[in-house]
C-alpha cells in the first residue's frame, strides 16, 4: 500500500480561484474590494518571503493589498498607533500582523488591539472564544487549510476519530474546535503526552502541528489513516542546503497511511489561500452581505 499525496499546491490554487470569482462578483454587484493590509515589523527573512507572497496572492485574487513594514525597534506605541488607523480605514477588511514580533513588543497587546471583525489571523479572544463555543468565528488559517485538505480525502469527516498533536493557539486548539463543529471526536495530545503512539494508532485522522521533525513515526500510524503534516522544520545536510522535513517521517508513513500531506507542497500552500478566504468573508460581514460561496 502506498499513500495517497495531498497535493496542497492544486487544492490551494482551485481554492484561490474560487476566491477571485467571488471577489469579482462582489465587485460587481456591491461595488466592495475587499481589502488587506499586512504589518511587517523587522526583516526577518522567512517573514518577508511570506508577505511577499501574501502580497502577490491578494492581488492576483482582485483584492487591494497593503503593505505596512516598521523597523524592528519600532515602539509599541507606533504599532498600535497604526493598528488603530487600519482599524478605521473604510478599505481596509483585513488585519494581519506578521508573527513573530521582536521580543520588544507585547504580541497578545498588539493582536488584541486588532478589530475582531478585521482579524484574519483568527487570533483575536473574541474569534478564538466564539471558535471555542462553536459560533461563527474567523477562524486561524493553518487550521481551516487542514479541514479543506481533510475534506478532499473524506466528504465528511462526521464520527471519525481525530488526534491533534500539538497545542499552540495558532493551530492545535482552533484546530481541535474546527474538527468539533465537524462532528469528528477529537483527542488533542502534545509532546509530554503519555504512549503517543497508541493513541495516534487509534486515530483515522492524525495531525501533526508539534514541531519536531519527522516526531510522528510510520508504525505509529492506523492502516489507512489520512495524515495532515503541518509542521516545517530546517535539519542540516553535510555539503548542502538544510533539508525541509515535517513532523511526520514521511517516507515511513507512505506505506501505512492511506493519504498524506508532504513537506513542502502540503499544508503551507494552503495558508495564504485560505488568508483570502477570510479577507472576503470579513469583507462581506462587515458590509452586511450574505456569506461568499468559499
Given at each position: 500500500m502506498t499513500a495517497r499525496i495531498i497535493d496542497g499546491k492544486v487544492i490551494a490554487?482551485?481554492?484561490?480561484?474560487?476566491?477571485?470569482?467571488e471577489v469579482a462578483r462582489v465587485r460587481r454587484d456591491h461595488q466592495l474590494t475587499p481589502g488587506l493590509a499586512v504589518v511587517l515589523v523587522g526583516n526577518d527573512p522567512a517573514s518577508e518571503v511570506y508577505v511577499r507572497s501574501k502580497h502577490t496572492q491578494t492581488q492576483a485574487a482582485g483584492m487591494a493589498s497593503?503593505?505596512?513594514?516598521?523597523?524592528?525597534?519600532?515602539s509599541e506605541g507606533d504599532l498600535?498607533?497604526?493598528?488603530?488607523?487600519l482599524n478605521h480605514d473604510p478599505r481596509v477588511h483585513g488585519i494581519l500582523v506578521q508573527l513573530p514580533l521582536p521580543k520588544t513588543l507585547h504580541t497578545e497587546t498588539i493582536i488584541n488591539a486588532i478589530d475582531?471583525?478585521?482579524d484574519v489571523d483568527g487570533l483575536h479572544p473574541n474569534n478564538a472564544g466564539r471558535l471555542a463555543g462553536g459560533f461563527a468565528a474567523l477562524s486561524p488559517c493553518t487550521p481551516l487549510g487542514c479541514i479543506i485538505l481533510t475534506k478532499s480525502v473524506h466528504a465528511s469527516i462526521e464520527g471519525m476519530n481525530a488526534i491533534v498533536i500539538g497545542r499552540s493557539n495558532l493551530v492545535g486548539r482552533p484546530l481541535v474546535q474546527l474538527?468539533?463543529?465537524?462532528?469528528?471526536?477529537?483527542t488533542i495530545a502534545h509532546s509530554r503526552s503519555r504512549d503517543l503512539a497508541k493513541l495516534c494508532a487509534q486515530a483515522d485522522l492524525v495531525y501533526a502541528a508539534v514541531g519536531r521533525p519527522e516526531m510522528v513515526r510510520g508504525d505509529w500510524l492506523k492502516l489507512g489513516a489520512t495524515v495532515i503534516d503541518v509542521g516545517i522544520n530546517r535539519i542540516p545536510v553535510p555539503g548542502a542546503k538544510p533539508k525541509l522535513v515535517g513532523d511526520v517521517a514521511f517516507q515511513e508513513a507512505l506505506d501505512v497511511a492511506g493519504a498524506i500531506t508532504p513537506v513542502p507542497g502540503g499544508v503551507g500552500q494552503m495558508t495564504v489561500a485560505c488568508l483570502l478566504v477570510n479577507t472576503l468573508r470579513a469583507a462581506c460581514a462587515i458590509h452586511g452581505l450574505p456569506a461568499p460561496a468559499v
Open positions: 490554487a482551485e481554492l484561490r480561484g474560487r476566491v477571485a470569482d497593503f503593505e505596512h513594514k516598521l523597523p524592528a525597534d519600532v498600535l498607533v497604526l493598528i488603530a488607523r475582531p471583525a478585521k474538527l468539533l463543529n465537524e462532528n469528528a471526536t477529537v
